[in-house]
């Protein structure tokens, strides 16, 4: 017999994690600075300006601004939840089509695809120092979810604990 959503709630492992691609990352930090010192000494030896030069390093660093915020990211019973100041996004277990674990983590991927874009519709949960946990926890949840208790029973559940504790007495209206 499975358990029930609650207890399932409570036996679930949790983890908490904060991803910033520009510290976790050291081949990110690398390229950037070298395109960077490039670009820069690039635009400057052809327009012999400091300010254009300037702008080009700036219109670089917009382009990369997602590696520049961090995402605290936590899995847990009713999913992964990714939270920055942009704004929160939560992914429910149910979504997850497979994972992949890396040198650095593990990557969670949200669609059967296995072309090289597949990439753009994944959550990449690198944390050096934390694979084995965070691998676990995946798997954890990746199993649970085959077996049916995944965060999917969370809901139902919980969808079904509230209709039920709703008052049922209109049958002695008069």
Same mark, same amino acid.
């Given at each position: 017999? /499975?358990?029930?959503?609650?207890?399932?709630? !409570?036996?679930?492992?949790?983890?908490?994690?904060?991803?910033? =691609?520009? %510290? &976790?990352?050291?081949?990110?930090?690398?390229?950037?600075?070298?395109?960077?010192?490039? *670009?820069?000494? @690039?635009?400057?030896? $052809?327009?012999?300006?400091?300010? #254009?030069?300037?702008?080009?390093? #700036?219109?670089?660093?917009?382009? !990369?601004?997602? @590696?520049?915020?961090?995402?605290?990211?936590?899995? $847990? =019973? %009713?999913?992964? #939840?990714?939270?920055?100041? @942009? $704004?929160?996004?939560?992914?429910?277990?149910?979504?997850?089509?497979?994972?992949?674990?890396? /040198? +650095? $983590?593990?990557?969670?991927? *949200? !669609?059967?695809?296995?072309?090289?874009?597949?990439?753009?519709?994944?959550?990449?949960?690198?944390?050096?120092?934390?694979?084995?946990?965070?691998?676990?926890?995946?798997?954890?949840?990746?199993?649970?979810?085959?077996?049916? !208790?995944?965060?999917?029973?969370?809901?139902?559940?919980?969808?079904?604990?509230?209709?039920? +504790? +709703?008052?049922? &007495?209109?049958?002695?209206?008069?």
């Amino acid at each position: 017999m /499975s358990p029930s959503s609650r207890e399932f709630e !409570t036996q679930s492992p949790e983890l908490s994690l904060v991803r910033l =691609p520009i %510290r &976790d990352d050291h081949i990110a930090q690398a390229a950037i600075v070298l395109l960077l010192l490039v *670009l820069g000494l @690039l635009t400057y030896s $052809g327009t012999v300006s400091v300010w #254009i030069s300037l702008a080009v390093v #700036i219109m670089c660093l917009i382009a !990369t601004w997602k @590696l520049f915020i961090p995402v605290r990211i936590d899995l $847990g =019973p %009713r999913g992964i #939840i990714q939270n920055s100041f @942009l $704004g929160s996004r939560k992914t429910p277990w149910r979504e997850i089509v497979r994972y992949e674990t890396h /040198s +650095q $983590g593990v990557i969670l991927y *949200l !669609t059967h695809d296995d072309s090289p874009l597949a990439g753009f519709a994944s959550i990449d949960l690198a944390c050096r120092g934390m694979n084995s946990e965070l691998e676990s926890v995946v798997r954890f949840y990746m199993e649970s979810r085959r077996l049916r !208790t995944g965060s999917s029973i969370v809901r139902m559940s919980d969808e079904s604990n509230q209709s039920s +504790q +709703q008052p049922t &007495d209109s049958k002695h209206s008069a």
